[in-house]
């Protein structure tokens, strides 16, 4: 049986603090965080594709522009809700 693909997409934002988390999360102890080895094989796929599309993470001013995508991110607290 052939596997179907998925396909994700994400704003030019949303694809840098993803990629920051991840890489974060790769360097931590993820047997605390994962308790079932076949997530490793999504997450490294999902990572590696966003580390060949992201020219930012290479850029001198990255963690400038991370903080700004992160803000873009993050919902305004008008106390609407």
Known sequence: MSESQITIKLTSDQA??????????????LSRVIDD???????????????????ELFAADYGQRLEAARQRLRPESDGAS
């Open 16 to 29: 840098l603090v993803l990629s920051d988390w991840l890489e974060k999360l790769q360097m931590t102890d």
């Open 37 to 55: 080895p076949a997530v490793w094989s999504p997450i490294h796929r999902i990572a590696g594709t966003l580390d060949k599309t992201l020219p």
